[in-house]
Every structure is written in structure tokens, then in C-alpha cells.
């Protein structure tokens, strides 16, 4: 069989196992096994446990569950409703500050947690209902959190961010660094959309009002109640500390003083150490969710990862990967167009799949081109990672989207997509800005890191 045949056949059978709904780790492991079995040595039958082994085997892999296990403490404790109160507090004269500090909320929980579905859950539950309640409409509520939430993936810790630089053999310093002006960027533009979103509607409600007459009910959003500087200092303790994590890890991580992996460590041991003292949260019956939860999502996660690598082994022994990527430079496309070509193949596959799924599905055949042609590997990283996120919030998977139609079951599917539109577009516009100006990406690890020759 000629390899254009054996990889449409690949493809093809990788399809039909997907829309079957067979869990995603099963079905790219039993892909890889029966490809496996039909057209390689038999005994290469005999070494898949040692090569899904061989390629788990990896340091950096080592701070995803740890990673995870910071996530869920602080995702599972009151942390998130009180880092949502206090910036509402402070936020709250802002024209739309209800909607960004829900984004910034966002931000900051992503930034700890590093994953997208735990910030919308711990964000949204205490924000989708408060912004209801005062007038937003149930899209755009559910819509800024949705948004907010990819930001999981692309703020520091992002575990897509390690699993590419990983599959892309690149420094998962510099990575992490170039996903914080982009992340800073998409703040921006959402936060901008939250304010043009709430001034369009707080206008239409005063619309309503007035033509309602005397003794109409005013619309919520036209609530005019203002924080004491009282009340916004007594929410500021509950979430200093974790600030203070966050900056910890940080410096810990980019000051050289450790390793990804030891700076997982750490991080997980300090959110521990903070929400036993800051919410005295420490028996083992309390402690006993953040456990489950660590343990239930980094199985599920590191046995896809390691289906996948199994899968891109397979695909490479068969030159699948290889030739396609042969194919692609013989197209002799230009630069940019390839660029285009490529993230197309990423949207679509964001269809279907999850960012970990794509990453290592996708690295062995799109980064020799795209290396060849000149582009960064650590910039195209951030870019791919900003497509992704567009995956999490468009159908037909659109995770995030299920995650806030779980928290708030009584808003239709169908407003929920509605409201996540715009911010598609706005990281559409993120991308261009990226091609743009690259420096937005490359020039704080530049700066932090050095030139790279």
C-alpha cells in the first residue's frame, strides 16, 4: 500500500473512531495498536508498553498533575468566589466593571490553575448568577465567562503550553513567557467588549424604563449601588494570598531558582499550606475532593497523552508524519499562506478534538514546514495556542460551553453560543495583531531570557 493510501486510510479510520464517541484515549490508542498490527513488524506489537512508557518518561511531564493538584485545591475551596467578590468590589464604578472583573477574575484563577474547564467552573458559578441578577443577559454572562476561561491555556501554567513545548522540543521558560503578553492582549480586548457589550444594554434597559412609565420596575442593571471603601478593603485579605502564589511561582519558576517541575511541586504544597490557613481547610475529609479530583484528571489526562504519543509513534514508523510534511513544503506555498493552511487544519480539528489530542496529534507533521519556512517555533506556539482556545468555545465540542451550560443549566445552548461569538472574532483579531507584531509574543522572553541564536 502506497503511504498516501496508508495515511487517508489513518485518517479515515482516526475519524470514524472519533464520531463513533469513543472515548478519546481509547480510541487513538486502538487506532495506533491496529495500524500497528496490520502494517508494521509483529514484533513491534511487543514494545508499545515500552515506547508509551519511554515516552511518558519525561521530566516536564512530571509537573502536570502537580500543576493540576494546585488547580483543584484552590478550584475546590471558596478561593474563586472570593477573587470574583473582591474585584467586583473594586470594580464595580467601571462602566461593564461586573463584566471585567469576571474577566480578570478569569485571568488571575487561570493563571493558578492553568486549566480552562476548572476557571470557567470556579469563576462561573459565583459569576454567571451575580451578573444575571444585576441585568446582563444570559448570553453575554455566560459568553465573557466562557472566554475567560480559555485563558487557562494560554497564561502561565498552561499545561497545553507544556505538552507543546514537550512535542515541539522547545524551552518551556520562553514558552511560558510568550504566552503573557498575548494573554495580556486578549484581557484587553475582552475587557474593551465587556464595556461596549454593557453600555449597549445598559441603555437599552434605560430605554425600557423610560417608556415604561411611573411606577415600572427598574431593570437591575440600572442599579446605581456603590462599595464603601470599607467593604473593598475587608475583601482584600481573602485574596492577597493568592496573589502571593502566584508571584511565588512565578519568580520561583523565572528566577532560576527551580525547575518547571519543582515550581509545580511548589505551587501545589503552597496552595495547600494557604487554603488550610486562609479557609481552614486541611482534615482529610475536606481535603479528600481536591485529591479525587487531581487523581481523576491527571489519569485521564496523562493516558491520552501518553494514546497520543503512541499514536504520533505509529504515524512516524509508517512515514505518515514524514510525507505529509514533505507534502506540504512541496506545495512551494508562501510563507503566510502556509501559516493560514496550517491554523485552518487547527481549526477544524478543533471541531473535534481537545488542545492535549491536537498538539500531539498534529507537531510531528506541521513543524518541520513551518520551521523550514522561518517561522518561530515559540510565537507559532502561542498563536496555535490562541486557535485552540477558539476550539474550546465553538461547536460542535466547544468544552467551555458545556462547562457554563452545566453551572447554569436554565440558559439555552443556543444564547450561550451566541454570546461566545464576539470573542471568536476578537481572538481572530489577537492572531492578526500576533502577525503583525510578533514582539507581543517574543519580546518579554527577549527580554527576560536573551536573544536566542
Known amino acids: 500500500m502506497s503511504i498516501l493510501s496508508l495515511g487517508l486510510s489513518f485518517g479515515a479510520v482516526t475519524l470514524a473512531v472519533m464520531f463513533s464517541g469513543m472515548p478519546i484515549a481509547f480510541g487513538l490508542g486502538a487506532v495506533a495498536v491496529s495500524f500497528m498490527y496490520f502494517f508494521m513488524p509483529g514484533s513491534a506489537l511487543d514494545t508499545v508498553t515500552q515506547n508509551v512508557y519511554e515516552e511518558m518518561a519525561s521530566i516536564t511531564l512530571l509537573s502536570i498533575p502537580l500543576f493540576i493538584l494546585k488547580g483543584a485545591a484552590?478550584?475546590?475551596?471558596?478561593?474563586?468566589?472570593?477573587?470574583?467578590?473582591?474585584?467586583?468590589?473594586?470594580?464595580?464604578?467601571?462602566?461593564g466593571g461586573l463584566g471585567i472583573a469576571n474577566v480578570f477574575a478569569c485571568a488571575l484563577f487561570a493563571a493558578m490553575s492553568g486549566s480552562s474547564p476548572a476557571t470557567c467552573s470556579a469563576i462561573g458559578s459565583a459569576g454567571i448568577p451575580e451578573m444575571r441578577m444585576r441585568g446582563y443577559s444570559p448570553g453575554f454572562a455566560a459568553g465573557i465567562i466562557a472566554a475567560g476561561g480559555t485563558l487557562g491555556i494560554l497564561l502561565p501554567p498552561s499545561i497545553t503550553m507544556i505538552l507543546y513545548a514537550v512535542a515541539a522540543e522547545q524551552s518551556l521558560g520562553r514558552l511560558f513567557l510568550a504566552g503573557i503578553g498575548p494573554g495580556m492582549l486578549l484581557v484587553a480586548l475582552f475587557s474593551a467588549y465587556a464595556v461596549y457589550r454593557y453600555r449597549k444594554e445598559h441603555a437599552s434597559a434605560l430605554v425600557a424604563y423610560a417608556s415604561a412609565g411611573p411606577g415600572s420596575v427598574k431593570s437591575a442593571m440600572l442599579d446605581d449601588h456603590v462599595f464603601t471603601l470599607a467593604e473593598k478593603v475587608e475583601m482584600l485579605p481573602r485574596v492577597l494570598p493568592f496573589v502571593i502564589l502566584l508571584i511565588g511561582v512565578m519568580v520561583a519558576l523565572y528566577g532560576?531558582?527551580?525547575?518547571?517541575?519543582?515550581?509545580?511541586?511548589?505551587?501545589?504544597?503552597?496552595?495547600?499550606?494557604?487554603?488550610?490557613?486562609v479557609y481552614g481547610i486541611w482534615r482529610p475529609g475536606q481535603l479528600q475532593p481536591i485529591l479525587s479530583s487531581t487523581i481523576k484528571?491527571?489519569?485521564?489526562?496523562?493516558?491520552?497523552?501518553?494514546?497520543?504519543?503512541?499514536?504520533?509513534?505509529?504515524?512516524?514508523?509508517?512515514?505518515?508524519?514524514?510525507?505529509?510534511?514533505?507534502?506540504?513544503?512541496?506545495?512551494?506555498?508562501?510563507?503566510?499562506?502556509?501559516?493560514?493552511?496550517?491554523?485552518?487544519?487547527?481549526?477544524?480539528?478543533?471541531?473535534?478534538?481537545?488542545?492535549?489530542?491536537?498538539?500531539?496529534?498534529?507537531?510531528?507533521?506541521?513543524?518541520?514546514?513551518?520551521?523550514?519556512?522561518?517561522?518561530?517555533?515559540?510565537?507559532?506556539?502561542?498563536?496555535?495556542t490562541i486557535v485552540m482556545e477558539m476550539g474550546l468555545i465553538h461547536p460542535p465540542v466547544g468544552l467551555n460551553i458545556f462547562v457554563i451550560k452545566n453551572i447554569a443549566p436554565d440558559i439555552p445552548l443556543k444564547d450561550v453560543i451566541w454570546g461566545v461569538m464576539p470573542f471568536l472574532g476578537l481572538m481572530f483579531l489577537a492572531i492578526l495583531l500576533m502577525c503583525l507584531i510578533p514582539g507581543i509574543a517574543t519580546g518579554l522572553p527577549d527580554l527576560v531570557m536573551g536573544v536566542p541564536k
Open 74 to 95: 484552590i478550584g475546590k475551596s471558596p478561593a474563586g468566589k472570593d477573587l470574583y467578590s473582591a474585584m467586583h468590589a473594586w470594580m464595580n464604578k467601571i462602566p
Open 297 to 384: 484528571e491527571s489519569s485521564m489526562l496523562m493516558f491520552i497523552i501518553g494514546m497520543s504519543l503512541l499514536y504520533s509513534y505509529v504515524m512516524s514508523s509508517l512515514h505518515i508524519s514524514q510525507s505529509a510534511a514533505e507534502g506540504v513544503v512541496a506545495m512551494a506555498l508562501p510563507k503566510w499562506m502556509l501559516l493560514a493552511v496550517i491554523l485552518c487544519m487547527v481549526i477544524v480539528l478543533g471541531f473535534f478534538l481537545p488542545p492535549v489530542s491536537i498538539i500531539l496529534m498534529t507537531a510531528p507533521i506541521i513543524l518541520p514546514p513551518l520551521k523550514a519556512a522561518g517561522f518561530d517555533l515559540i510565537w507559532f506556539g502561542v498563536v496555535m
Open 256 to 277: 532560576g531558582y527551580a525547575t518547571p517541575s519543582e515550581t509545580a511541586g511548589l505551587g501545589g504544597i503552597m496552595a495547600l499550606v494557604l487554603i488550610a490557613v
